[in-house]
């Protein structure tokens, strides 16, 4: 174990000024996750400020490996081919996907499958919008802005009461609340990323 120094990512997106900083310390936050899920297939399911200190040579240095999920790859394929705008966009294929990862069941009424297939057709659209491109500058609020309405329009949805909402496998849900913290740290930062940078660690 080792003492490890710094200020805390929290007080650090505070206080930085220097947007090429920012960058820095978000492009090794990303690619920090990224290679993790994607090589390593095991990620550290609890991005929060207080886990990632900023040291004086403007390192990122991560804290508390206590939340640590394995990823089976019966879930990563079907998960990250959603990504894919041509798998989203397919409603046979993204029908398909949805039964992978256990969010449709066999038992679904059908109006069961549209509500949840409309649900999370919007949700996966706007979840895997950094990934459509080269580049992704998370200082954009309406990205966020519209990360913070679908939230609330589900939070409003009486369907959504009605029906079995305990929907998706564990790793799922791990996955999602993962990318949910590690977007909200990079909206902190205001950072703008390389998206596949972490595969020249690979």
Not at 13 to 36: H, S, V
Request: with cysteine.
């Amino acid at each position: 174990m080792d003492w490890m120094t710094g200020i805390h990512l929290s007080e650090f997106t505070k206080n930085n000024t220097n947007q090429e900083t920012a960058n820095k310390i978000g492009q090794a936050l990303w690619d920090f996750y990224m290679y993790q899920i994607h090589i390593l297939k095991k990620v550290h399911a609890d991005p929060h400020p207080g886990n990632f200190l900023v040291n004086k040579k403007e390192e990122l240095v991560a804290l508390d490996f206590g939340c640590m999920k394995q990823i089976p790859n019966d879930f990563y394929t079907p998960y990250f081919e959603l990504i894919d705008k041509k798998v989203i966009n397919k409603p046979k294929i993204f029908n398909t996907k949805l039964f992978e990862l256990e969010i449709l069941r066999k038992d679904d009424s059908n109006d069961e499958v549209v509500y949840f297939t409309e649900m999370f057709h919007d949700l996966l659209s706007l979840f895997t919008k950094p990934f459509q491109g080269e580049t992704f500058d998370f200082s954009d609020e309406t990205f966020f802005d519209s990360i913070a309405k679908l939230g609330e329009r589900f939070s409003k949805d009486t369907n959504l009461r009605k029906m079995n909402g305990n929907r998706g496998s564990k790793h799922f849900i791990y996955m999602n609340r993962t990318f949910f913290g590690l977007y909200n740290l990079m909206f902190d930062l205001k950072a703008t990323i390389v998206v596949n940078a972490y595969q020249k660690y690979n």
